[in-house]
T-cell receptor
Framework: EAGVAQSPRYKIIEKRQSVAFWCNPISGHATLYWYQQILGQGPKLLIQFQNNGVVDDSQLPKDRFSAERLKGVDSTLKIQPAKLEDSAVYLC???????????FGPGTRLTVT | AQRVTQPEKLLSVFKGAPVELKCNYSYSGSPELFWYVQYSRQRLQLLLRHISRESIKGFTADLNKGETSFHLKKPFAQEEDSAMYYCALTPGAGSYQLTFGKGTKLSVIP
């Protein structure tokens, strides 16, 4: 089966610019997660979707980050405006509904200069 | 709030030697514990889950609720085991959100 797809794989922007990341989960996976992984840290959950509804976005910095999952399939994560501390790998993961096993995408490496 | 601690950033062992990657957690309830692995230039993937009690690629992990630990062990390390290992937990009881440790890089010396 095809895995979780993410694009772009790399992005370099200047601070105060905006950026968007795209994720296509495994077909049939109802649950989708976005994680932020800063260098030297483990992934940190930003937001969880179940179909097209938000389950938990308590760790999403809502003043600058937004995410949507229209139609319950693909998802986009946006940062506007970006700060230097947003430099990280952004991981998308998906799972079947009510499953503990998450499948991760390759990630998008964001560098903010 | 839950927390996962992996005390070693880097662990180097010789091929054929035993491996133990340490993981301690703090959570007041009954969490589900996992080990995820990321090989070089590959995606993060599930290695094993405590409730399944499986041995995957020769690795095992026992949940010790008294010591709140979930150490990953393998009796004889192989070069292909070199990777980044992350311990993670979910609160369980219908919550599937993962909290990860900072990871331990395992390097197996030939």
């Amino acid at each position: 089966e095809a895995g979780v797809a993410q694009s772009p794989r790399y992005k370099i922007i200047e601070k105060r610019q905006s950026v968007a990341f795209w994720c296509n989960p495994i077909s049939g996976h109802a649950t989708l997660y976005w994680y932020q992984q800063i260098l030297g840290q483990g992934p940190k959950l930003l937001i969880q979707f179940q179909n097209n509804g938000v389950v938990d976005d308590s760790q999403l910095p809502k003043d600058r980050f937004s995410a949507e999952r229209l139609k319950g399939v693909d998802s986009t994560l946006k940062i506007q405006p970006a700060k230097l501390e947003d430099s990280a790998v952004y991981l998308c993961a998906s799972s079947l509904a009510f499953s503990y096993e998450q499948y991760f995408g390759p990630g998008t490496r964001l560098t903010v200069t | 709030a839950q927390r996962v601690t992996q005390p070693e950033k880097l662990l180097s062992v010789f091929k054929g030697a035993p491996v133990e990657l340490k993981c301690n957690y703090s959570y007041s309830g009954s969490p589900e514990l996992f080990w995820y692995v990321q090989y070089s230039r590959q995606r993060l993937q599930l290695l094993l889950r405590h409730i399944s009690r499986e041995s995957i690629k020769g690795f095992t992990a026992d949940l010790n609720k008294g010591e709140t630990s979930f150490h990953l062990k393998k009796p004889f390390a192989q070069e292909e085991d070199s990777a980044m290992y992350y311990c993670a937990l979910t609160p369980g009881a219908g919550s599937y959100q993962l909290t990860f440790g900072k990871g331990t890089k395992l390097s197996v010396i030939p």
